[in-house]
């Protein structure tokens, strides 16, 4: 837990840290050395998955006697956890195993995670972490409308601003009218939701006559999906907040793999006592890239009991960039989204959070949009439609040209050409978590 002791004890501003937040970057890569040497020879020995793989690629355990040597370490994929469902992953027996947690499936088979009893308390521990960063503090109340369940969002951020010692209010996602009543009766500090659900809150409150500027929060802690610094703009001024992103995912533990800094709100630091990160050529995996360079993340747990996770592909896109605000954790760039969410429009690389970049640049569109995907009958090309609302307070010619301009600016900016359909507002469907912002309707090969 984060109870500070008086050696652990290191201020930062008002905020007390964990003494892993404040080490060095030698000391940290000593660490991770020794705790990463421990992983690979644990994975080994317990889950017959990795026994296999790695033997299969001509490395053990002993080979890894410096950092880099991870590289010669196989990659595990979301198809590993898949094909050793449901408990296959697992290094401990199940009585060892205090909680379970799950993908939902919608894809394929669900994928299965497990924790220990100490594997929870290092999760709420960087939950804690990352919330704190972020401006949350002890005492405050803390509004949670991550959604409950075999989702990890729910019970990761709950834990986490427990242990940090907040007071939780486990609303879960969902029943818009009853969260807004709850915040203006109880009077939350910090808000924790996906940002588009954020979105629909703040939407629902005006609906109501209500000013989001106007109520009680003061942080949100986001994340769960890909956002842009225009969306951060947009929540922080409407709603009258300091909104940092929070990082993370099942197969490697849940949110809380990396958080925010508020002071500087430069992207999410990896808590890389816990994780070791590395980002690869996502085309050709054998090549591990140097920090700044974009490409696809990859990770290895470092502390993790019931299921260690050896250069787990997230197929998220970023680069690592150094610390600022925890010097010796390296942070991450903004997600620009997933290698599988990637639309390839003849021939050009689109991703939602562009057209999210370019569209809230453009004052009389709001941020609701859905990219929907065609292809005529008869035509070979692909189509790309963005649907999108105009702001409540625009109409007329003046919509007619925002229309304009964000085709332009999508055909400048990303090389697509597109169609621009702007709708009424309250037309699109809202989020109630991770928004599903593609509707490929193209027919199936
Ligand atoms: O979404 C864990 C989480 C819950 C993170 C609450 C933050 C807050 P999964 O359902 O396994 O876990 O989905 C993980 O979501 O690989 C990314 O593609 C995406 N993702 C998560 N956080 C962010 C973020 C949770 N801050 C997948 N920015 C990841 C962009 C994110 N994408």
Redesign the pocket.
Known sequence: MTTPTAESALAAGDAVLDREETISRDELEALQLSRLQHTVAYAYDRVPLYKRKFDEAGVHPTDLRELSDLGKFPFTTKEDLRLEYPFGMFAVPQHEVARIHA?SGTTGRATVVGYTKKDLADWAKLVARSLRASGVRPGMKVHNA?GYGL???GM??HAGAEALGCTVIPISGGQTERQITLIQDFKPDAILATPTYLLTIADAMMKQGIDPASTSLKYAV??????TEEMRHELETTMNIKAC???????VM??GVAGEAVETQDG?HIWEDHFRPEIIDAFDPSVVLGDGEPGELVFTSLTKEALPIIRYR???LTRLLPGTARPAHRRMGR?TG?SDDMIILRGVNLFPSQIEEIALRIPELSPHFQLELTRPEGQRMDQLTVRIERRESVTGDVVASAAKVLQQQIKIHVGSSCTVDVVEPGSLERSNG?LRRIYDMRPKA
């Open positions: 993908s991550y989702f990890t969002g990761g951020a986001l994340g769960a999906e890909p956002w992103d929070i990082y993370g995912l099942s197969e849940g949110p999410s997230t197929k998220d997600i997933r991770k």
